[in-house]
C-alpha cells in the first residue's frame, strides 16, 4: 500500500467511528460524546497529512449509521470497533516509510489501545450493572416529574403536599440533591421575577 492509501483507509477508519459515535453520543451521552471528540481530532490530523501531500480530502461516506437498540450492545459494537480499528493500524504501520504519517498511525492506535477501549470497558461493566441501571432508569424518571414540578410551581398549581412528597423521594436518589439545587434555583428565581412586578 501507498502512504496515500494507507492515509486514505485510516481515514475512511475514523469516518466511520465519528458517525457512529454521533448516533452513540445523540442516544447516550457520555462516553460517546467524548469519543466523538477524539475522532473529530483524529480527523483533523489524517486530513493534515492529507493536504499536506497535496492529496483530496474525501467527504465522509459514513453519515447514515445505524445502531443496535440498546446501550450495552451499543458499547459491545464500539469496543469490537476500537480493537479492529487497533489491528487495522498494525497493517498501516507496517513498511510505513513517512516517519510524520507513520508517528500518527502510532498514535491513533495508541488512542484506540489506551483510552477508547478502557473507557468503553468501564462503560460496559456498568452498563451491565443492575443497580446501576436501575439508578439510571430512577434518576430518569424523577427528571421527568422535576420538569412537572416546575410546570406546576409556575403556574401556580403546585400544592404544598405534592411539593412535600417530591422532595421526600429525592432524599432517597443519588441525584436528588442536583434536582434539589435547580428546583431551589427555580423557585428562587420565580420569588424574585415576582417582587419585580
Known sequence: MTTQ?????????KYKAYSFYAVASENYGIPFSH??????????????????????IPTNPHQEMILPESLV??????????????????????????????????????ASFND???TLLKSLEQG????????????KALLEETGEMVAKLQNGELTQGQLESFLNKLNYSPIGGMILRALGAT????????NKE
Open 5 to 13: 492509501e494507507k492515509l486514505l483507509t485510516a481515514l475512511d477508519d
Open 35 to 56: 469519543l466523538l471528540e477524539a475522532e473529530a481530532n483524529h480527523i483533523s490530523a489524517l486530513s493534515w497529512h492529507l493536504q499536506k501531500l497535496g492529496w483530496v
Open 73 to 110: 450492545e451499543v458499547l459491545q459494537m464500539a469496543i469490537a470497533n476500537e480493537r479492529a480499528s487497533v489491528a487495522l493500524y498494525n497493517m498501516l504501520i507496517e513498511g510505513e516509510q513517512n516517519p510524520l504519517v507513520l508517528d500518527t498511525f502510532y498514535r491513533l492506535q495508541a
Open 116 to 118: 477508547h477501549i478502557p
Open 128 to 139: 451491565t450493572n443492575p443497580n446501576f441501571l436501575t439508578q439510571l432508569n430512577q434518576g
Open 187 to 194: 423557585i428562587l428565581n420565580d420569588f424574585l421575577n415576582q
